[in-house]
Nanobody, 114 residues
Framework: VQLQASGGGLVQAGGSLRLSCVAS????????MGWYRQVPGKQRELVAV??NYADSVKGRFTISRDNAKDTVYLQMNSLKPEDTAVYYC??????????????WGEGTQVTVSS
C-alpha cells in the first residue's frame, strides 16, 4: 500500500491550496484518512482527520474523501504564514493481509509567504 500526496506549493497569505492524497495497492478497506503537518524542530501535528480539525485551522481548512477513488483532499483557504509546513497524508488501511495498518505518505511542502 502506498500513499501519494500532491498539491503543495508556494502561495501568498490569504490564498488557497488543495492537497490530494491517493491510496494504492492491495487495499481491502480504508478505515480512516487524514492530514498532519510538521515544521523543522517540532513534532508532527494533526491538521484534520475524519471530522476533527486542529483549532488553528477550523473554519479555514476542509477535509473530504472520495471513497470511489481512495482519495482524501484538504482544501486550505485563507492561508497564513504559520501554515507553512510539510503536510503528510495518513491512512489506516486494512490490506490483503486482513489487518489494519497505519500508513504515511512522503509529504508535500506548503509555503505561505507574508
Amino acid at each position: 500500500v502506498q500513499l501519494q500526496a500532491s498539491g503543495g506549493g508556494l502561495v501568498q497569505a490569504g490564498g488557497s491550496l488543495r492537497l490530494s492524497c491517493v491510496a494504492s495497492g492491495s487495499i481491502l478497506r480504508i478505515e480512516l484518512m487524514g492530514w498532519y503537518r510538521q515544521v523543522p524542530g517540532k513534532q508532527r501535528e494533526l491538521v484534520a482527520v475524519g471530522t476533527n480539525y486542529a483549532d488553528s485551522v477550523k473554519g479555514r481548512f476542509t477535509i473530504s474523501r472520495d471513497n470511489a477513488k481512495d482519495t482524501v483532499y484538504l482544501q486550505m483557504n485563507s492561508l497564513k504564514p504559520e501554515d507553512t509546513a510539510v503536510y503528510y497524508c495518513n491512512a489506516v488501511i486494512t490490506d490483503s493481509g486482513g489487518y489494519p495498518r497505519n500508513y504515511w505518505g512522503e509529504g508535500t511542502q506548503v509555503t505561505v509567504s507574508s
